[in-house]
């Protein structure tokens, strides 16, 4: 089957660093893309990482490993408005599958 | 704002009706995708349209169906409605075939009861 696992929840403090992981089995993989999705709102595009190696956009990085299926997204210097879910999600032709989201606490 | 647009906003109905949900691409984008987000989900994909054509098949129900228009508008068809289909349905675009970068609309929140 195909799916993508993500920790559910994750906590860190304003200003710190986190990391949200993600690890994939799918078939006909083309890229890892993460999106945020604020409550109430619609998903928004933070990144894409086609190729192995580290995405950098502003605070938020990617990196992804093909050999090894798996993912991470990288926030530095948290804000309490990166309070929200992220998800990972993979491409496979036109195919697009999502993670179950990672809901992040950022704590004053 | 994603530039993607969906109506209704909110959508209350009853087991067994049928609604239509629309929803408009970011100017220039060929692609819409369909999601369903049930509460506290993730997004399940349904369905893909590239420029008039299907082109991808998730999940979809067959009391489901979707179209795409001539001029990209795409509507989402949910028939013989039952509770669990209460969910957050969204709209997505992106420019090409690629389905990497989507631009989401601001869905539409059905509620069956």
């Not at chain 1, 409550?39 to 995405?55: H, I, R, V």
């Not at chain 2, 609604?19 to 399940?44: A, E, F, I, K, N």
Request: a negative charge; charged letters at 15%; aromatic letters at 14%.
């Amino acid at each position: 089957g195909q799916s993508l696992e993500q920790p559910s929840e994750v906590t860190a403090v304003e200003g710190a660093i986190v990391q949200i992981n993600c690890t994939y089995q799918t078939s006909g993989f083309y890229g890892l893309s993460w999106y945020q999705q604020h409550d109430g709102g619609a998903p928004t595009f933070l990144s894409y990482n086609a190729l192995d190696g580290l995405e950098e956009t502003g605070r938020f990085s990617s990196f992804l490993s093909r050999s090894d299926s798996y993912g991470y997204l990288l926030l530095q210097e948290l804000q309490m408005k990166d309070s929200a879910s992220y998800f990972c999600a993979s491409t496979g032709g036109f195919k697009t599958i999502f993670g179950a989201g990672t809901r992040l606490f950022v704590k004053a | 704002d994603s530039g993607v647009t969906q109506t209704p906003k909110h959508l209350i109905t009853a087991t067994g009706q049928r609604v239509t949900l629309r929803c408009s691409p970011r100017s220039g984008d060929l692609s819409v995708y369909w999601y369903q987000q049930s509460l506290d989900q993730g997004l399940q994909f349904l369905i893909q349209y590239y420029n008039g054509e299907e082109r991808a098949k998730g999940n979809i129900l067959e009391r489901f169906s979707a179209q795409q228009f001539p001029d990209l508008h795409s509507e989402l068809n949910l028939s013989s409605l039952e509770l669990g289909d209460s969910a957050l349905y969204f709209c997505a675009s992106s420019a090409g075939l690629d389905s990497y970068e989507q631009y989401f609309g601001p869905g539409t929140r059905l509620t069956v009861t």
